[in-house]
């Protein structure tokens, strides 16, 4: 049975317009503007483009913003100096390193200089920490955040259901395992991860009723993998050349997607599943740093 698709570019178009009204309401009862400042260091292309969709969103709805683009052979010192800046000031609610730095950078000590409370990645241990005990009072890091809100925007409860995550990585599979488990309404999944080492990793993500793709290569999972009526959510955004030579690359996720549309119930596509949501949640998550910054309930 064909799969219905997961339109991403849509909700996220909805939690913007919720942000929008709460960016609103600030201004008109708290005469308060939320401020997210982005620090770019190097010139990895991919970065780039993220970065400037981000600012670019900050403008359309009202949310002040700064690009701080850093060169590619900037110190650490430079880095840790900007960082601590941004900490003290008044106007940036929330901080955001785009990953990955170049190589002289080491992004755990530029995440741990990032004050918690203006974290809205959510990539600083202690709101990892608070995200794991199921505490409230921190954030809840983008892509892990945007799928939780697709699944719950699909009508698609995890309890009781098989999550099967392929990828652990720190900023998508750790985290989601995180959030599917919990004890918490929108949650309650049976978890598992499975990854480079897994043995038999077609076997398991068969029992998957809930299928969710974070290992960076292009169209992994094939149909095969996946079990009749399966919700799956593809995080993959792969460059591959282009297979008509009409453009120089075409984007392609960590699914493959036309044969596993045939077997699923619901699919995320790519682009415009997944991806929309991270920036989505990542101005969901300033709006939240700017009202606890201010004490605002
Ligand atoms: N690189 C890829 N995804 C992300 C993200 O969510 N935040 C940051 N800072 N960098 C990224």
Known sequence: MPASIIDGKMIAAKVHEETAEEVAVLARDYNVQPGLAVVLVGDDPASR???????????ELRIYSEKHALDKTATMEEVLELVKKLNNDSRINGILVQSPPPPQIDEDEVVAAINPAKDVDCFHASNVGKMLIGKNDGFVPCTPYGIMMLLERSGVDPSGKHAVIIGRSNIVGKPMMALLVQKAKGANATVTCVHSRTKNL??????????IAAIGQPEFVTADMVKDGAVVIDVGINRVEDPNGRSNYQLVGDVKYDEVFDKASMITPVPGGVGPMTIAMLLHNTIKACKQQNGIV
Do not use: G
């Not at 483009?49 to 403008?59: D, E, L, Q, T």
């Open 49 to 59: 483009v993220y970065v400037n969709m981000k600012v670019k969103k900050c403008k």
């Open 202 to 211: 077609p076997e398991i993500t068969r029992q998957a009723d809930i299928l």
